[in-house]
């Protein structure tokens, strides 16, 4: 009985302690954020929590192997040894000890996350799943059953207090913007995400442990699901609708995902693939293909005309930008080039798709029939344009297709009149008045919209057109009365989209527009570009600074799924160089909608090369993560600091968005009163979060970094945790190439910049390696190339040729000229740098 008893409880004992053992020495800590080499190790499952959780239990897994040793000793050398009861206490107490709660949890009515509290008040009618019960994933789906079948649910989630959030909600119909709060009647109608920060000890203490909780509304069959903040008890809210009256349910189990961690980025795509293996309706922004045009500079037709763009004034724009010395590689031809007509009954209706090619403007004069074929020729064989992409709406256009007409009745268009959601209408009341909601759009028959597309990018392939800017989507969500609601029309309307493009776009030309909802990110596995926020509006002062804020925030999101273009912007106009540097540390494409003849050449080439190809960094730009729950827009305190990475270091954007933001109480973009004097921030090192990949396989990487600021001219190396000060205005900016610095064994310093006179400096350079007296370096592009030295080199090689340099003792800027670009055939220089 003695040896049944103690052979039972020790293998109980080490079955749990090797279990934890294998998991702690297989664990890894995968870097989803980054597209740079990582190390990893056999477990790609775990989260950096779980990790954590299982390092810190090392010591109990010892005591429990030295415990087991001693049991035996003694019980071999006396089998009557009286441990009994003693061993059975510790029985307990072990089976106590070595219960591992779940990080995350429901429990006596509150949200547990690392045993503190997030949400109190937890309503009964909630419900958990584990999302570790197909996948080791360290999260909670939530769910509801309500006593009622009904087409729109409110779930009281529980009370939000003492935390830091950031939301990314929907302010128009269309768009998402940021929203900073500390409780949870701040937290915005229309909220698609929510990112909430508590620390163990004060916002104040920057060493303080900082966990990051994720919370992620979802789509759940038919239903699509938001948060919002009750503004009279704090409560976090789940609203869960269909859009449709007679689409009803009762019962969710999936309609929000919670997890968390303690890297704000890592966590953030943890989540979002734990999401994408639950739903499997869409993909990740690295596993879909990006178009080229991302590695080119563009021009958009909207800002230059409008819609009165026509065949001349595509080519009068291409040849005004090439003229100057940044040749476009891409072009959108926007809104205008479609045939549209009014309804007849009422000239003064929306414009309604009569036909799916081109209008007269777009046809040669001397043979119609080439089409819209024309003015692509033009561009490509007289312009040297690689990609042209031309617009239309995901109805077709504004006002639909138009019914009863002979070139479109196979698409079976029927007139349909927009249901806005009460959190859109209640954000965006101008919904009472639109055009679109009281005249209507004609709306292709889901059946056969695959056929719409299909025909109309066949017609557009065919001519020589690369790719669509697809617009006006979220117009979708609208459209779901009779239809099984809004979440089965989007997805009817995106599966027949994804496969038209995949179908007549070789190179994935799509850029998704108008498309802020999560009924169609929720269903994204073909598109991989996305808008980022609200249009450039070149006319209106209100909204530079916001809008920088916002497609920074909103690509914590966005950046996710697809790769967030930041929009056009005119490179002749007073907040040029704001919105231009932005773009150029965006990840995303790059191009203006500049007129004809109205052009910044000095800014262009900040951001283009010769041959039109830009310096793209590798990630989606995103706010740091001091950054992340701070109000740069409204606070009047802090400055906007965007993170992003190249090959072989870092890219760092500061900017002063303060004195206008989204008004909750006029539903409008306005300015507010702010403190008009200069705000004084700071920049380190690690602000580029994942600037430790960047140190080409050195792991006695100090943490040193080199800073060289694009404006002022400036070269300081900041050693590990050490901050510098920088002060600007609104609307002032500045950015930053961040490099490490590699210390050799003579104690020689070094560390690249790459071209200076580009806004993303770091972007040029393109390989790196370091022999024991010598730098090789591989540079994309042409202009003056710089590095820090913490010595006068001996020479430097450029395809080796010696070349002359500058050195200055001061700061350690060594620099010399590229003067053309790679010879043809070549995508890089070859420079070498011998100390």
Not at 167 to 176: I, N, Y
């Amino acid at each position: 009985m003695i040896v049944l008893v103690n052979n039972t409880l020790t293998r109980k004992i080490r079955t749990k302690s090797n279990m934890l053992t294998t998991m702690v020495f297989n664990s890894c800590y995968c870097n989803p954020s980054s597209s740079l080499p990582i190390n990893t190790k056999s477990n790609p499952f775990l989260s950096q929590q779980q990790h954590n959780t299982f390092l810190s239990r090392i010591p109990t897994i010892i005591k429990y192997h030295l415990q087991i040793s001693d049991f035996t000793k003694h019980y071999n050398s006396n089998p009557s040894f009286p441990l009994i009861s003693s061993f059975k206490r510790r029985e307990v107490e072990v089976e106590e000890e070595m219960t591992i709660k779940p990080a995350i949890r429901v429990s006596d009515g509150k949200l547990m996350v690392k045993d503190r509290p997030i949400l109190t008040g937890v309503s009964a009618n909630v419900t958990e799943t584990s999302a570790a019960t197909t996948r080791p994933v360290d999260g909670i789906f939530l769910g509801a059953e309500m006593d009622n079948s009904d087409s729109r649910h409110i779930v009281s989630l529980g009370k939000l207090t003492d935390v830091r959030f950031m939301a990314c909600f929907r302010f128009k119909l269309w768009w998402m913007a940021q929203r900073m709060g500390d409780k949870g009647s701040q937290v915005p109608l229309e909220t698609q995400f929510l990112l909430v920060e508590t620390k163990d000890g004060s916002h104040l203490e920057e060493d303080s442990d900082i966990t990051y909780t994720i919370f992620l509304p979802l789509v759940e069959g038919s239903f699509r699901a938001c948060l919002q903040g009750n503004v009279s008890n704090d409560n976090l809210e789940l609203c869960i609708e269909s859009g449709d009256v007679d689409t009803k349910t009762s019962s969710f189990s999936h309609a929000l995902f919670i997890t968390a961690g303690t890297d704000p980025f890592a966590t953030i795509h943890n989540a979002f693939t734990a999401v994408r293996n639950h739903l499997n309706t869409f993909r990740l922004r690295h596993e879909k293909k990006l178009p080229g045009i991302v590695d080119y500079f563009g021009w958009c037709t909207w800002d230059a005309f409008y819609q009165d763009v026509t065949q001349e004034g595509v080519e009068d724009g291409l040849q005004s930008l090439s003229g100057g010395g940044t040749p476009p590689k891409f072009v959108i031809i926007d809104d205008g080039w479609q045939s549209v007509a009014g309804d007849l009954e009422d000239s003064s209706s929306l414009q309604r798709l009569t036909d799916i090619k081109e209008n007269p403007k777009f046809q040669n004069k001397e043979n119609p029939e080439v089409g819209i074929k024309s003015i692509v020729n033009i561009a490509k064989e007289k312009h040297g344009v690689k990609f042209v992409y031309v617009w239309h709406a995901i109805t077709g256009y504004w006002g639909g297709v138009r019914p009863g007409l002979k070139d479109t009745e196979e698409y079976g268009s029927v007139m349909s009149y927009p249901e806005i959601s009460k959190g859109v209408r209640e954000n965006e009341p101008t919904w009472k008045t639109d055009p679109l909601a009281v005249q209507g759009l004609g709306l292709v028959n889901p059946k056969k919209v695959f056929s719409f597309y299909d025909n109309l990018h066949k017609y557009l392939s065919r001519a020589g057109v690369d790719g669509v800017k697809v617009d006006v989507q979220c117009i979708l969500e609208t459209l779901g009365a009779g239809l099984g609601g809004r979440v089965e029309i989007t997805k009817q309307y995106h599966q027949a989209l994804d496969a038209s493009v995949a179908r007549n776009f070789s190179d994935n030309g799509c850029i998704a527009c108008m498309s802020h909802n999560t009924d169609a990110l929720y269903c994204s596995k073909q598109a991989a570009v996305v808008r980022a926020s609200d249009d450039f509006y070149p006319r209106d002062p209100v909204s530079h600074t916001i809008h920088i804020a916002s497609v920074a925030y909103n690509s914590i999101f966005l950046g996710e799924i697809m790769q967030p273009d930041w929009d056009m912007f005119h490179s002749l106009h007073p907040a040029a160089e704001y919105h231009g540097s932005a773009r150029a540390i965006s990840g995303g494409p790059v191009y203006v909608s500049d007129k004809p003849g109205n052009h910044d050449f000095d800014l262009l080439k900040k951001m283009v090369l010769p041959d039109g190809s830009v310096l793209r960094a590798r990630l989606p730009g995103r706010p740091t993560a001091d950054c992340l729950f701070n109000d740069p827009a409204r606070d009047g305190a802090s400055l906007l600091k965007i993170w992003n990475m190249n090959a072989c270091g870092g890219v760092l954007g500061v900017y002063n968005c303060q004195g206008a933001a989204w008004c909750a109480n006029e539903r409008k973009n306005a300015f507010h009163e702010t403190d008009s004097a200069a705000l004084t921030g700071y920049v380190r090192g690690r602000d580029v979060h994942l600037i430790s990949e960047a140190v080409a396989g050195d792991g006695d990487w100090n943490g040193d970094c080199a800073f060289y600021a694009h404006h002022s001219r400036e070269l300081v190396v900041l050693p590990h945790n050490v901050a510098m000060p920088l002060t600007l205005k609104v609307l002032e900016h500045e950015v930053f190439a961040v490099a490490p610095v590699k210390v050799f064994n003579s104690g020689y310093r070094f560390a690249p910049i790459g071209l200076v006179n580009m806004f993303n400096a770091g972007g040029a350079v393109e390989g790196l390696v370091y022999k024991d007296d010598a730098v090789r370096l591989e540079i994309k592009g042409c202009g003056k190339f710089g590095a820090y030295c913490s010595a006068r080199p001996t020479r430097c090689l450029l395809e080796d040729s010696v070349v002359d340099f500058e050195y200055d003792n001061d700061s350690g800027l060594l620099s010399f000229a590229i003067d053309y670009l790679p010879q043809e055939g070549h995508n890089v220089h070859h420079v070498q740098i011998e100390l």
